[in-house]
């Protein structure tokens, strides 16, 4: 703040939100210039409004002799403001609390060498247009700040214990830490024990307050009153009755970051419009209107760059508690459906989805069964399958076996959206690398389904089109393989030939052929199948591209290196013009191109190629997710086959140490690693260390995956060639004759 007279100057003004203590600043400030005897006149004026500024300058013209009484309000305020101008004495005039700028217009004191003008108002700098008028921003305390002002205000060293928490717990508002230490003063309780107080939603914030009547630091308000003085003030302004509303609907949301587009969806603009007794329906301009009114109110803080704003938690917690329990639900299940709407339907992880997700957590959590008590609100499965798809697929897992245990307590163990938890818990577990318990997961599902649902229901089917595929996952792909056959026989008889779901598992069927090894005959149905998919669905549908994608993976797979490439070739433009350059399914497109084209004899184009995969894995999925990993793995090995065997090692060994930290050391991605760094460790001449890790992993991956998984099977296989030229023939043919029983079983006995 400028030192008070010391050049001629206009008004200083004090901005914040309520309850930052700009009024007890400007107090501060006063009692400084009377001790120092630098202040002759103080004129404090309530500015309510601009007949309360008139009436208190009319009041001091009179008490100076400027007026006489019986003179009208504006003469004695026109008087004292001339008076001010030509006196020789020093004078302040504070206009606290003006928190609409027009009611100074033609009242504000004049500028003068000898007085000073100082405002308090709850209203944003950017309303201050004045070359002459000095914006002063009061924010909130700094953490030690607030940490030194509580241990000073709450007298009782024993219940200063849990300070710094309450702090941050309070969001550092000064007048909030200035109530709660009253409160402990009075209660002569401790700084935890008031928090855990705080963190009760049941409990209201008026009962965490000191007495009105023996408030601290000259304070004239209770602090959720402090709010409530600028809610109203936005309330009165155009379009009437909006503000309040709004601001309910964003005290059940996260206090960092709202998007704006939430408030404007159908879904929001309906509640508004009932919330706010209009008679029309409020419009989307209507709403940033009153966004913008309460952001200058410092009610909400406004980012229009962003389109998020952000509320205060203590705002929030005193807007929730005006609301009683029937309007906390109609709001909670509004914001619900207005979250829905403006989520979008790719799952790449971003800042957008992330923000999404952070404000489904805050509407449950202050909502408590709004979201779960005749459903599960969809929203609550959408914000679990976006964790997933974003790569963090444990963290969804877990997500979905909190949600599942809510779904059977409060709906029962057969109510459908109990049963559609079950769906995800399985779904999730299975991408987390949990095949096995994914496929058990899903045979336990379709048992109920076929007793609650019947065995034609859709959901029915569903489930055993993830039974099948998880069965395939955890090494059966012969099993698999022959549940889509009978689940393929049923889609022809329910839905038809031509159904996109009957499609999709002549797909699945192929799939699982290939992966048990009949990559001819796997080839030769997606040629087949093809035709039916352009046929029907068109060349651009996603599962055309689909199985476009597989058909070349399989004829690479099957041994015709060229024939994938030139497929990937043909499918990448196609992938990239119907998806666009991120979509995952153009970043594998071009991760399977590379790998064929390693495999064709050209390693070296390969890592290039898989280079810039990686980078743009990266930039769109983020560093942790699978995809990511996977491309780093590859990358790896096509260093190694380049013939930098040491460095591939090297590359792997960090890898494994990011997967076991992300994925978990159990997980199939997990486990290839380990098996490709000790080969490549092997083949950089520590045979006999590559043999020991090669053999404890193989019994990993049999605990864990089971004799019959491909990965398994690969593993074995690696583990007699390096056996063989540690020159230890007895043991190598032990695992050559393993591995043989094994491709029968897994590939089938005309395969060997």
Not at 615 to 636: C, E, K, Q, V, Y
Request: net charge negative; hydrophobic share 45%.
């Amino acid at each position: 703040m400028a030192k008070p007279n010391s050049a001629v100057m206009g008004a200083q003004i004090l901005a914040g939100m309520g309850g930052v203590g700009k009024t007890q600043l400007a107090a501060q400030l006063v009692r400084h210039l009377i001790e120092r005897r630098r202040l002759h006149l103080l004129v404090w004026v309530t500015a309510a409004s601009e007949d309360a500024i008139v009436a208190q300058y009319a009041e001091a013209a009179s008490v100076l002799g400027l007026a006489d009484v019986g003179v009208a309000p504006t003469d004695g305020a026109t008087r004292l403001l001339a008076w001010l101008a030509h006196t020789d004495r020093r004078w302040m005039i504070v206009l606290d609390n003006l928190d609409n700028p027009a009611d100074a217009i033609g009242w504000w004191p004049p500028m003068s060498a000898t007085g000073d003008t100082l405002v308090t108002s709850r209203v944003h700098k950017d309303a201050w247009g004045s070359d002459t008028r000095k914006v002063i921003p009061v924010g909130l305390f700094e953490p030690a700040e607030a940490v030194a002002y509580l241990h000073s205000a709450v007298v009782d060293p024993a219940c200063r214990e849990g300070a710094a928490e309450l702090a941050a717990d309070l969001g550092y508002v000064p007048i909030a830490l200035a109530q709660a230490a009253a409160y402990i003063r009075e209660r002569r309780v401790s700084c935890d024990s008031y928090r855990h107080q705080f963190a009760d939603r049941h409990i209201r914030l008026r009962a965490l307050l000191p007495d009105p009547t023996v408030l601290p630091d000259e304070q004239a308000l209770q602090l959720d009153a402090t709010w409530s003085l600028s809610i109203d003030a936005v309330d009165r302004l155009e379009p009437a009755g909006l503000a309040t509303p709004i601001l309910h609907l964003a005290a059940l949301l996260d206090p960092h970051a709202i998007p704006v587009g939430l408030f404007t969806s159908t879904a929001a603009l309906s509640h508004l419009t009932w919330a706010a007794a209009c008679t029309e329906t409020v419009t989307p301009n209507q709403v940033r209107r009153s966004l913008q009114r309460l952001h200058r109110y410092h009610l909400i803080a406004l980012d229009v760059d962003t389109g998020v704003i952000r509320m205060h938690a203590l705002v929030q917690r005193a807007g929730r508690d005006h609301l009683d329990a029937d309007r906390t639900r109609l709001a909670g299940i509004a914001a619900a459906d207005a979250l829905l709407q403006i989520w979008p339907d790719s799952e790449r992880e971003s800042d957008a989805t992330a923000l999404l997700r952070a404000n489904a957590t805050a509407l449950q959590h202050h909502t408590g069964s709004t979201l779960h008590t005749s459903r599960i609100h969809p929203v609550l499965i959408r914000a679990g399958v976006s964790l997933g798809g974003t790569g963090l697929v444990a963290a969804a897992a877990d997500y979905f076996r909190c949600l599942h245990q809510i779904a059977r307590d409060r709906l029962g163990a057969d109510h459908t959206d109990t049963l559609a938890t079950r769906h995800e818990v399985a779904r999730w577990s299975g991408r987390a690398g949990d095949a096995a318990g994914a496929a058990t997961a899903y045979a336990a599902l379709l048992s109920d389904q076929l007793r609650l649902l019947g065995p034609d229901d859709p959901l029915t089917l569903v489930t055993r089109n993830n039974l099948a595929v998880w069965r395939g996952a955890a090494g059966d792909a012969i099993g698999a393989a022959a549940a889509f056959g009978e689940l393929l026989a049923d889609h022809v008889r329910l839905l038809g030939a031509d159904h996109s779901q009957t499609l999709t598992t002549r797909n699945n069927l192929a799939y699982q052929r290939g992966q048990a090894g009949d990559t001819v005959g796997a080839t030769r149905a997606f040629a087949e199948l093809l035709t039916d998919f352009v046929r029907v669905l068109g060349p651009d549908h996603p599962q055309t591209l689909i199985a476009r994608s597989n058909h070349a993976r399989f004829r690479g797979l099957g041994g015709d290196a060229d024939g994938a490439i030139d497929g990937f070739t043909e499918l990448l433009p196609d992938v990239r013009r119907v998806l666009g350059p991120d979509h995952p399914d153009t970043l594998a497109t071009r991760d399977h191109l590379a790998y064929f084209q390693g495999r064709a004899g050209d390693p070296a184009g390969a890592a290039s190629a898989l280079a810039e995969v990686l980078s743009d894995r990266t930039r769109i999925l983020g560093p942790d997710h699978p995809h990511t990993l996977a491309s780093r793995l590859n990358i790896a090995c096509c260093r190694g086959t380049a013939g930098d065997h040491a460095g591939a090692a090297v590359a792997l060994a960090e890898l494994l140490r990011h997967q076991i930290r992300i994925l978990g050391p159990g997980h199939p991605d997990t486990l290839v690693t380990r098996r490709e760094l000790a080969c490549w460790q092997g083949l950089s001449g520590d045979t006999a260390k590559a043999v020991r890790d090669l053999g404890q992993l193989l019994q990993d991956m049999l605990r864990i995956l089971g004799p019959h998984h491909f990965e398994t099977v690969a593993t074995r296989r690696e583990l007699n060639r390096l056996q063989g030229r540690a020159e230890d023939p007895v043991s190598a043919a032990d695992a050559l004759a393993e591995t043989h029983n094994d491709q029968v079983q897994v590939h089938g006995p005309d395969r060997t």
